[in-house]
């Protein structure tokens, strides 16, 4: 049966893709974006499909649309940007997602709000399972984004409570792919254009801090499954590729895949960097019967390409 599903955050790197999926599987989508960190070339090629409709709107206001279901992407992902205007960025996670719970509540649809590993900070357990608490700095430089995703939570809980809606909420670990911003300052994609450019490879501290990479297909797989799952499901779940590696580790696997000659220069480590970050995605194997099956060589390479294509489209990139 045809949906008609909201993805606000839809013309980024992870919604443009949930936005393709979800028009293949023959639903009509609403995409809603204020494009501060998504691009106009992420959804392009979709723009023809009669089923898919770009609305411009910040999230920090009110929407009036019918849906029957709602993806919550909308908020700016990747250290940089998140920090560029950090007040901007709690407003996103608690007004905007006061304003889709709002719409969800008015329209009895169902709501998945995209958490982050972020909710547990500098963790002390590891792997983290959903039910550790987390250890997050509540005035750093990253608590706009940590705090912001925890007060969602909240709300989407007791929005469940107080007004019985159907919500879903996964903790997205790091995920690439085509489709990154080329300069959002992740890790994936700042080494992949470093490599492609022979410019040095920048390793904040020593290299050693770890982090668990999960493609975009694998992940976008994990949020429709998770949407179909019945009501008493609501998560929070982990989705994300267990297999750890070190920072040092990403940068000679993207040196080797592209064949760089990249020397790699090492710079000091942001405040407040999680020293490791690995998922226990038991629940989710267990409810969503998911787990990642893209090896992080095999990721790496497509996402290569990607940036390949980009650089020629626009070599002062
Ligand atoms: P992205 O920056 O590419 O996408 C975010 C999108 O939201 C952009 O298109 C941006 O323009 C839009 N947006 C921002 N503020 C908005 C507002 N006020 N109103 C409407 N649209 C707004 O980032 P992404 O990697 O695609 O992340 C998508 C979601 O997944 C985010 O909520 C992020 O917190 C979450 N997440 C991503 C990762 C990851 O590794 N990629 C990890 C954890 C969580
Ligand atoms: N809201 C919205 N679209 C709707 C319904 C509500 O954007 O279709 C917004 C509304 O402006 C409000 C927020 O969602 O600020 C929360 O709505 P709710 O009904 O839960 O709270 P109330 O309006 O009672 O404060
Ligand atoms: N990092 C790095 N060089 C870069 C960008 C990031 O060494 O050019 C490190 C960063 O300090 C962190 C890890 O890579 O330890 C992942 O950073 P990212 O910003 O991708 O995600 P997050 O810190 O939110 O997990």
């Not at 709000?113 to 590891?126: F, I, K, L, N």
């Amino acid at each position: 049966m045809k949906n008609r599903i909201i993805v606000t955050g839809g013309a980024g790197f992870l919604g443009s893709h949930l936005c393709e999926r979800l028009l293949a599987e023959g639903n009509e989508v609403l995409c809603v974006d204020n494009f501060f960190t998504g691009q106009k070339r992420n959804i392009l090629h979709l723009l023809d499909n009669p089923y898919f409709e770009v609305i411009r709107h910040d999230i920090c206001f009110p929407l009036y649309l019918e849906a029957d279901q709602i993806y919550n992407l909308a908020c700016p992902a990747s250290p940089v940007h998140y920090q560029r205007d950090p007040t901007q960025t709690t407003k996103v996670n608690v007004n905007g997602s006061t304003n889709m719970l709002g719409l969800a509540k008015r329209i009895g649809a169902r709501i998945l709000q995209a958490s982050t590993s972020e909710v547990y900070g500098d963790p002390t357990v590891h792997p983290q399972t959903e039910d550790y608490w987390g250890n997050v700095n509540p005035i750093g430089p990253r608590s706009c984004y940590d705090e912001g995703k925890r007060c969602a939570e909240t709300l989407f809980m007791d929005y469940r409570k107080e007004h019985q809606l159907s919500i879903k909420i996964v903790r997205i670990f790091n995920t690439y792919g085509p489709r990154m911003h080329p300069h959002d300052g992740r890790v994936v994609s700042n080494f992949i254009m470093q490599a492609l450019k022979n410019e040095a490879i920048t390793i904040y501290g020593d290299g050693s801090q770890t982090r668990s990479f999960c493609y975009c297909d694998d992940l976008i797989d994990g949020f429709v499954r998770m949407m179909r799952t019945p009501d008493d499901i609501i998560g929070p779940t982990n989705l994300g590729n267990p297999n750890e590696f070190t920072i040092k580790q990403l940068a000679e696997h993207v040196i080797d895949l592209t064949g760089s000659r990249s020397r790699i220069n090492y710079l000091p480590l942001p405040q407040d960097d999680p020293k490791q970050r690995c998922p226990d995605i038991t629940k989710a194997r267990t409810e969503l019967d998911w787990q990642p099956t893209i090896e992080l060589k095999e990721g790496l390479t497509k996402t290569i390409v990607y940036f390949e294509e980009l650089l020629a489209e626009n070599p002062d990139l």
